[in-house]
């Protein structure tokens, strides 16, 4: 079957803009999570959503991210007035459920660049 | 707070040789660990997964252990070939923070030469 997909694949944005990312996890799971890969900081976790729930989302850098779910499917992550720190790539992973023995698999990200 | 660490952070080897990549976790409290690898420009594919009950995973030339006691995993390539030239990241599920999060290392960029 279909993985888990996002979109757009790139984005260039001027900063102060705002941006929204989407995330396509696989049919029928019901875990989903946002990641940010950028120089010099690794990957870090962003927000966990079970459901349309979002039961963690302590990674979020500031109140200029948000993300939300419906439909226990697509989510998407708004950052208002985008800063130049905000560029990388954003992954997003879903898993058929949210217990821990799960394994996540990732979609290809979209890289945010921000000028 | 859980920290991983990869080891090392590059590494080229003629194709052919057998090689190990080296992971460290400071907290053994995790669930499983996770071995993925990413190339450039691309997301991540899972390579290994090893519940924290289990010693080891095989996958074709691929083989991961765990000694999650001691807050240590290595993954074993046989056989390299210029196709495994990728960064390869381990990523922890902390108990800490109920398993709802992957903590990642930093990777190790592997580059194999024919």
């Known amino acids: 079957g279909a993985g888990v997909s996002q979109s757009p694949s790139n984005k260039v944005t001027e900063k102060g803009k705002d941006v929204e990312l989407r995330c396509d996890p696989i049919?029928?799971?019901?875990?989903l999570y946002w990641y940010r890969q950028s120089l010099g900081q690794g990957l870090e976790f962003l927000i966990y959503f079970q459901g349309n729930s979002a039961p963690d989302k302590s990674g979020l850098p500031s109140d200029r991210f948000s993300a939300e779910r419906t439909g226990g499917s697509v989510s998407t992550l708004t950052i208002q007035r985008t800063q130049q720190e905000d560029s990388a790539v954003y992954l997003c992973?879903?898993?058929?459920?949210?217990?821990?023995?799960?394994?996540?698999?990732f979609g290809p990200g979209t890289r945010l660049t921000v000028t | 707070k859980q920290e991983v660490t990869q080891i090392p952070a590059a590494l080229s080897v003629p194709e052919g040789e057998n090689l190990v990549l080296n992971c460290s976790f400071t907290?053994?409290?995790?669930?499983?660990l996770q071995w993925f690898r990413q190339d450039p420009g691309k997301g991540l594919t899972s390579l290994l997964l090893?519940?924290?009950?289990?010693r080891e995973q095989t996958s074709g030339r691929l083989n991961a252990s765990l000694d999650k006691s001691s807050g240590r995993s290595t993954l074993y390539i046989a056989a390299s070939q210029p196709g495994d030239s990728a960064t390869y990241l381990c990523a922890v599920r902390p108990v800490e923070t109920s398993g709802s999060r992957l903590t990642f290392g930093e990777g190790t960029q592997l580059t194999v030469n024919p």
């Open positions: 090893i519940q924290s009950s289990q």
């Open positions: 992973a879903s898993s058929l459920t949210g217990l821990a023995a799960y394994e996540q698999y």
């Open positions: 049919s029928g799971h019901t875990a």
């Open positions: 907290d053994s409290a995790i669930y499983n």
